[in-house]
């Protein structure tokens, strides 16, 4: 089975989405398309980021992530495709891979070089299509593309390291409201070493990092529909500091982002204390 994934900022109320599986269909009828999320907001790369970062390891070795993100090629935004942990990403060279490459040293980087094999009213997104079904089909990188040693990186994507604080920003809001932010567990980590810490944010301080949301009942004597509508820090399932309100609502009673005041790129600091 060949699978192809999209990540994309094409939202679901125009044709683009589907014109854009269409033509990978067009090129490669047996390959089996999955959405990740077509409601990436507009050219927003660190979002993109964080959720090709969270999404792709659910997914069979040899899947091809197709990311149409920011795509227009032009002399600082070259396209490029990417085997990485196994897995082949096709996508702009706008700093949305530097996430992974942070974590894993990618087994080969091309920059692709199909643009004057295509017909001359070839769009960016029917570069991808070509490169993304090559790559489905077992094709070689080689073959799309030439060696390069490195990639854009966004400095945003990147946690702030001292010895008694850690200084991220908020990169993503997801569908509950909740805030997730640059800061991994493995810096943390790293940073704390068995230190007691203060997650700061606003006005507001967060003393313990939780293992899961529901852990908030810290009391036998409460059920957990007491302990609605606090806020909370955890490290979610793709491993970054998550703040939340147990149980919130975004649609009626509010949510970390809302209640909290937090919003994109927010600073988030977590102080250590010897």
Same mark, same amino acid.
């Given at each position: ?101 942070? +974590?894993?040293?990618?087994? &080969? ?6 643009? #004057?094999?295509?017909? @001359? %009213?070839?769009?960016? /997104? ?75 944010? +606003?006005?507001?301080?967060? &003393? ?6 529901? #852990?908030?009942?810290? @009391? %036998?004597?409460?059920? /957990? ?50």
């Amino acid at each position: 089975m060949s699978i192809i994934t999209l990540t994309t900022d094409y939202g679901l109320k125009d044709h683009f989405v589907g014109a854009l599986k269409g033509k990978l269909l067009s090129e490669f009828r047996e390959a089996t398309i999955i959405d990740i999320s077509h409601n990436i907001n507009a050219f927003n790369v660190a979002e993109a980021a964080y959720i090709i970062g969270a999404a792709y390891s659910s997914f069979p070795k040899g899947t091809v992530h197709l990311i149409g993100v920011d795509i227009e090629l032009n002399s600082e935004n070259q396209h490029i495709a990417m085997q990485w942990n196994d897995h082949y990403f096709v996508c702009s060279d706008n700093g949305i891979l530097s996430m992974l490459t942070q +974590k894993i040293v990618p087994q &080969k980087l091309v920059t692709i070089t199909i643009h #004057d094999r295509l017909a @001359s %009213d070839a769009t960016d /997104l029917d570069v991808f299509v070509k490169v993304a079904c090559h790559l489905a089909k077992g094709g070689l990188l080689n073959v799309i593309g030439k060696d390069i040693k490195a990639i854009k990186e966004i400095t945003e994507l990147q946690a702030i390291v001292k010895e008694n604080q850690i200084k991220g920003y908020v990169n993503y809001i997801d569908h509950y409201g909740n805030v997730v932010t640059n800061i991994s567990k493995k810096v943390f980590l790293e940073i704390s070493k068995g230190r007691p810490y203060e997650i700061k944010f +606003k006005t507001q301080i967060i &003393k313990t990092i939780l293992p899961k949301y529901s #852990d908030i009942g810290i @009391s %036998d004597k409460y059920p /957990l529909k007491y302990y609605e509508g606090e806020k909370l820090a955890i490290f979610n399932e793709a491993g970054f500091l998550e703040i939340a309100i147990f149980r919130s609502n975004p649609d009626n009673v509010g949510s970390a982002s809302s209640l909290l005041g937090l919003s994109y790129r927010d600073v988030v600091t977590i102080e250590f204390r010897n």
